[in-house]
């Protein structure tokens, strides 16, 4: 049976001390209005006190003993991906909304089910997707709806960076570790974005990495029921980059920095057409607030306990997601990487 709901600020605990929970989720969810930061727990007992030293909460050592604290309304979840179905689970059958890194699952079954258990019980789900909550896509949006460049005819995206230490968890294939699930995400979820949930897999090809046994880039072809198309990389082992061109048929509309944009940075969106070419600077935003900020207002709408918290849109978007991650995953044509560096 549900729980009375608490009726003062979202109280939110931390299952995992990750580095993303360090330097971005953690300082955001301190900042957001009307939430606190409880308890922070980790399987290493001096992580956990670093971290709570810092963001000045309770340390917790073991995810066990999170779970049986009853002063949190909330969990934000950023322990490895393999870990995400079962301990997003136990959290949900505690009446705990949650707040999970993405990839919310590492299979489509496992979001289901989550998706499902978190309606039946009227929980707030939300996977920690931070860019889609940057207003530069919204005004991106805005320009291609009114024709700016024409029709829509192609996406291009990429989200790559440098290759990593040999001991990150990215590389963990138990963990659920790779470098589509890891950034790869990002231009998929880019592509629903503007064109909606109705993309199917066309072709891909992952490079796998012989040490670890993960894939560490990888390129992908989507195509929209409407006609357009879309082509994607990711990986790290590369220089970085992040960004995306939507080509019309009239210009071509360009984003850099266009999935870590830090807080600060005013980002630039360049329009380029036959004999003419123009640049609009956005106002600076950050992203990991905007992101958090959207999670305590859910949680509050969906008080008292039961009520709906609006989950239709995200979930069937989530969803899609895991599905096309998985179409390129199990469609893709596999080759070997060379070394790490």
Same mark, same amino acid.
């Given at each position: 049976m549900n729980s009375p709901p608490h009726s003062g600020p979202v109280r939110i605990g931390v299952l995992g001390a990750s580095s993303i929970a360090w330097r971005?989720?953690?300082?955001?969810?301190?900042?957001?209005?009307?939430?606190?930061?409880?308890?922070?727990?980790s399987r290493e007992r001096e992580k956990a006190e670093r971290f709570a030293a810092r963001f000045g909460c309770a340390a917790v050592h073991g995810y066990e003993s999170l779970l049986e604290r009853d002063d949190i309304d909330a969990v934000y979840v950023s322990v490895p991906n393999s870990l995400h179905h079962p301990w997003v689970r136990r959290l949900l059958m505690r009446d705990k909304h949650v707040?999970?890194?993405?990839?919310?699952t590492t299979r489509p079954a496992d979001t289901a089910a989550l998706i499902g258990l978190a309606a039946e019980r009227g929980l707030v789900l939300r996977e920690n997707?931070?860019?889609?909550h &940057?207003?530069? &896509?919204?005004?991106?949006?805005?320009?291609?709806?009114?024709?700016?460049i024409g029709r829509l005819r192609h996406i291009d995206a990429a989200f790559c960076f440098p290759p990593l230490p040999g001991t990150d968890v990215r590389y963990r294939a138990d963990l659920g570790g790779g470098a589509l699930l890891d950034a790869g995400l990002y231009p998929v979820r880019l592509a629903q974005y503007f064109l909606g949930d109705e993309l199917t897999v066309a072709g891909a090809v992952l490079r796998d990495d012989p040490v670890s046994g993960v894939d560490v880039a990888g390129s992908a072809v989507l195509a929209a029921s409407t006609?357009?198309?879309v082509t994607l990389s990711f990986g790290f082992e590369h220089g970085y980059g992040a960004r995306y061109t939507l080509w019309g048929s009239t210009g071509r509309l360009c984003v850099d920095r266009a999935f870590t944009p830090p807080p600060a940075m005013a980002p630039v969106v360049r329009i380029e057409e036959q004999d003419h070419a123009e640049e609009i600077t956005l106002p600076a935003e950050h992203q990991f607030a905007a992101s958090a900020s959207s999670f305590v207002a859910a949680v509050l709408r969906s008080r008292p306990l039961g009520s709906d918290p609006g989950h239709g849109e995200w979930a069937r978007t989530a969803l899609r997601t895991a599905e096309l991650l998985d179409g390129i995953a199990t469609s893709a044509h596999r080759v070997t990487a060379g070394r790490r560096d």
């Amino acid at each position: 049976m549900n729980s009375p709901p608490h009726s003062g600020p979202v109280r939110i605990g931390v299952l995992g001390a990750s580095s993303i929970a360090w330097r971005r989720t953690l300082p955001a969810l301190l900042d957001a209005a009307d939430s606190t930061v409880v308890a922070v727990a980790s399987r290493e007992r001096e992580k956990a006190e670093r971290f709570a030293a810092r963001f000045g909460c309770a340390a917790v050592h073991g995810y066990e003993s999170l779970l049986e604290r009853d002063d949190i309304d909330a969990v934000y979840v950023s322990v490895p991906n393999s870990l995400h179905h079962p301990w997003v689970r136990r959290l949900l059958m505690r009446d705990k909304h949650v707040l999970a890194e993405k990839p919310l699952t590492t299979r489509p079954a496992d979001t289901a089910a989550l998706i499902g258990l978190a309606a039946e019980r009227g929980l707030v789900l939300r996977e920690n997707i931070a860019f889609v909550h &940057h207003g530069l &896509h919204r005004r991106v949006a805005e320009l291609v709806e009114g024709g700016r460049i024409g029709r829509l005819r192609h996406i291009d995206a990429a989200f790559c960076f440098p290759p990593l230490p040999g001991t990150d968890v990215r590389y963990r294939a138990d963990l659920g570790g790779g470098a589509l699930l890891d950034a790869g995400l990002y231009p998929v979820r880019l592509a629903q974005y503007f064109l909606g949930d109705e993309l199917t897999v066309a072709g891909a090809v992952l490079r796998d990495d012989p040490v670890s046994g993960v894939d560490v880039a990888g390129s992908a072809v989507l195509a929209a029921s409407t006609g357009e198309t879309v082509t994607l990389s990711f990986g790290f082992e590369h220089g970085y980059g992040a960004r995306y061109t939507l080509w019309g048929s009239t210009g071509r509309l360009c984003v850099d920095r266009a999935f870590t944009p830090p807080p600060a940075m005013a980002p630039v969106v360049r329009i380029e057409e036959q004999d003419h070419a123009e640049e609009i600077t956005l106002p600076a935003e950050h992203q990991f607030a905007a992101s958090a900020s959207s999670f305590v207002a859910a949680v509050l709408r969906s008080r008292p306990l039961g009520s709906d918290p609006g989950h239709g849109e995200w979930a069937r978007t989530a969803l899609r997601t895991a599905e096309l991650l998985d179409g390129i995953a199990t469609s893709a044509h596999r080759v070997t990487a060379g070394r790490r560096d």
